[in-house]
C-alpha cells in the first residue's frame, strides 16, 4: 500500500512537472 501511495505521488510529481514545463514553452512562444 505503501508503495502504491509512493508511486502515486511521484507520478503527479512527473505530471506537475510535465505540465509546468508545458506551460512555459507555451507561453515563451507566444
Known amino acids: 500500500w505503501l508503495e502504491c501511495v509512493k508511486n502515486l505521488k ?16 507555451s507561453v515563451e512562444k507566444t
Open 10 to 25: 511521484m507520478t503527479d510529481a512527473i505530471s506537475y512537472a510535465y505540465a509546468t514545463e508545458f506551460f512555459t514553452d
